[in-house]
């Protein structure tokens, strides 16, 4: 998976985005723009989409710390990428909406589901435990994962403009 110096400016860039999208989002809590942008990068650079997503896990340990609730981070979007990698890549346009909604909100929906193991690890839950853990969080995920729906409006969107970008860049 080698990429160019310019991919690599763009996949900065985009992680830098992700970033600022969520530290302008933090006075919402479990609304943001990261599954949204994690689907459609995935959606147009496919195995590539790990570098910009990476470059937001970083710049979220650097900015707000390397603790242990960051450690989900390490694999929690690598999970919606996987996600969207298994999706067909020709997926007819009207339903591709709906479908890339449905994947984003799938993965709000289980956000605390996917960080349990983490936490049971890092503070020794036993398996009631981690499922009274992950039942403390359900209204949480709920909201989650309705803001994904509601927000997952913006990744036909947001692929539209990188590949008209990425069309208008390569014509040069």
Same mark, same amino acid.
């Given at each position: 998976?080698?990429?160019?110096?310019?991919?690599?400016?763009?996949?900065?860039?985009?992680?830098?985005?992700?970033?600022?999208?969520?530290?302008?989002?933090?006075?919402?809590?479990?609304? &943001?723009?990261?599954?949204?942008?994690?689907?459609?990068?995935?959606?147009?650079?496919?195995?590539?989409?790990?570098?910009?997503?990476?470059?937001?896990?970083?710049?979220?340990?650097?900015?707000?710390?390397?603790?242990?609730?960051?450690?989900?981070?390490?694999?929690?979007?690598?999970?919606?990428?996987?996600?969207?990698?298994?999706?067909?890549?020709?997926?007819?346009?009207?339903?591709?909406?709906?479908?890339?909604?449905?994947?984003?909100?799938? &993965?709000?929906?289980?956000?605390?589901?996917?960080?349990?193991?983490?936490?049971?690890?890092?503070?020794?839950?036993?398996?009631?435990?981690?499922?009274?853990?992950?039942?403390?969080?359900?209204?949480?995920?709920?909201? &989650?994962?309705?803001?994904?729906?509601?927000?997952?409006?913006?990744?036909?969107?947001?692929?539209?403009?990188?590949?008209?970008?990425?069309?208008?860049?390569?014509?040069?």
């Amino acid at each position: 998976m080698k990429i160019t110096v310019k991919e690599t400016v763009i996949f900065a860039m985009l992680g830098a985005i992700m970033y600022v999208s969520k530290v302008i989002m933090e006075f919402v809590p479990n609304i &943001h723009l990261i599954g949204v942008f994690t689907v459609a990068l995935t959606v147009v650079y496919r195995k590539k989409a790990l570098w910009p997503i990476y470059v937001y896990v970083a710049l979220t340990g650097f900015f707000s710390g390397f603790a242990t609730w960051w450690i989900p981070y390490l694999y929690i979007w690598a999970v919606l990428w996987g996600m969207t990698m298994l999706l067909p890549r020709k997926i007819p346009k009207k339903i591709a909406p709906v479908v890339y909604m449905l994947v984003c909100s799938a &993965h709000g929906f289980l956000y605390g589901t996917l960080y349990a193991p983490s936490q049971a690890l890092l503070f020794g839950l036993d398996f009631k435990e981690t499922l009274a853990w992950i039942a403390a969080g359900l209204p949480w995920d709920v909201v &989650h994962g309705i803001s994904n729906l509601i927000c997952g409006i913006l990744i036909v969107p947001i692929i539209s403009v990188i590949r008209l970008t990425e069309k208008k860049s390569t014509a040069k």
